[in-house]
């Protein structure tokens, strides 16, 4: 089982719509989830961060985490064609001392059409 | 506030030659991370730094790489001698060492893409 799982899709959604990308980790013992956004051939970039059950908005995104069902999405609504990018979902286990590495995901692509 | 820089962009070598692979953290930035992604595969960790000390080299494939980060500032990734399987885009990222959401908050560089023939 990966430690962290996408649907790779690609995931099409027309402007303006509400686009919904989910993510599963295995290791229970995870403590921090993110959020990054990769344009081709560019680094990834940290649109959101969450510690806690529950919905976290920022702008137009909407970060959920379930950790009873070891669960966690990213909802991104009135798309735009500038949204359309690879979604990373990465979790930090936090086992003590100061290694935060991340465990990412193979990330979703998105595609929003005009 | 300039962000996290790679050299080179892109490096095509031969198998067997040796590669070294620079990033430049963003100032201030007491973490340092070695990242790695090969062709259909997710991002994965490679190795940590906490100023110039190795916290976790965990994630390194083999004794084929070396990774440094002289004074706590840049860091070099060597790879010798390169195989075929190395290929991949390798990322740094950084992060500041002080409250837990800074120390998670990784930025990342833009990568080199490493092409072993």
């Known amino acids: 089982q990966k430690e962290v799982e996408q649907n790779s899709g690609p995931l099409s959604v027309p402007e303006g719509a509400i686009a919904s990308l989910n993510c599963t980790y295995s290791?229970?013992?995870?403590?921090?989830f993110f959020w990054y956004r990769q344009y081709s051939g560019k680094s990834p970039e940290l649109i959101m961060f969450?510690?806690?059950?529950g919905d976290k908005e920022d702008g137009r995104f909407t970060a959920q985490l379930n950790k009873a069902s070891q669960y966690v999405s990213l909802l991104i609504r009135d798309s735009q064609p500038s949204d359309s990018a690879t979604y990373l979902c990465a979790v930090i286990r936090n086992s003590g001392g100061s290694n935060y590495k991340l465990t990412f995901g193979k990330g979703t692509l998105l595609t929003v059409n005009p | 506030e300039a962000g996290v820089t790679q050299f080179p962009s892109h490096s095509v070598i031969e198998k067997g030659q040796t590669v070294t692979l620079r990033c430049d953290p963003i100032s201030g930035h007491d973490n340092l991370y070695w990242y790695r992604r090969v062709m259909g595969k997710e991002i994965k960790f490679l190795l940590h730094?906490?100023?110039?000390?190795?916290?976790?080299e965990s994630g390194m494939p083999n004794n084929r790489f070396l990774a440094e980060r002289t004074g706590g500032t840049y860091s070099t990734l060597k790879v010798q001698p390169a195989e075929l399987e190395d290929s991949g885009v390798y990322f740094c990222a950084s992060s500041y060492e002080d409250t837990q959401i800074r120390k998670e908050t990784q930025y990342f560089g833009p990568g080199t893409r490493l092409l072993v023939l």
């Open positions: 730094f906490v100023k110039e000390s190795k916290q976790d």
């Open positions: 969450i510690y806690s059950n």
């Open positions: 290791d229970r013992g995870s403590q921090s």
